[in-house]
Nanobody, 121 residues
Framework: QVQLVESGGGLVQAGGSLRLSCAAS????????MAWYRQAPGKQRDLVAI???????TYADSLKGRFTISRDNAKNTVYLQMNSLKPEDTAVYYC???????????????WGQGTQVTVSS
């Protein structure tokens, strides 16, 4: 089995920063990409950032310059550094990974349980 465990969420004032972490564990053979999504109340889940195994990054246009995705390959961990936070960044942030499990030929899609980020004005 594979688990994605997020941490680092919380309450922060507008203009502040938070760093989210997501650690992947279990029977992992290789990771194609890791990503962050977010879902605000009553809204759909939206892409925040993607980081591929080749080091390529993709960001939601509205977040470029404020959010940075990075990783520690040795720890199978991806981070999301969030700066200059705004109340509209309030959401549950989900970690996502497309990875290949040991003994399997094809990659599968996995999600973490989510971590709440609340930005007060």
């Amino acid at each position: 089995q594979v688990q994605l465990v997020e941490s680092g969420g919380g309450l922060v004032q507008a203009g502040g920063s938070l760093r989210l972490s997501c650690a992947a564990s279990g029977s992992i053979f290789s990771i194609n990409l890791m990503a962050w999504y977010r879902q605000a109340p009553g809204k759909q889940r939206d892409l925040v950032a993607i980081l591929t195994s080749h080091g390529n990054t993709t960001y939601a246009d509205s977040l470029k310059g404020r959010f940075t995705i990075s990783r520690d390959n040795a720890k199978n961990t991806v981070y999301l550094q969030m700066n200059s936070l705004k109340p509209e960044d309030t959401a549950v942030y989900y970690c996502n990974a497309i990875l290949r499990q040991t003994g399997r030929l094809l990659p599968n899609n996995f999600w973490g349980q989510g971590t709440q980020v609340t930005v007060s004005s």
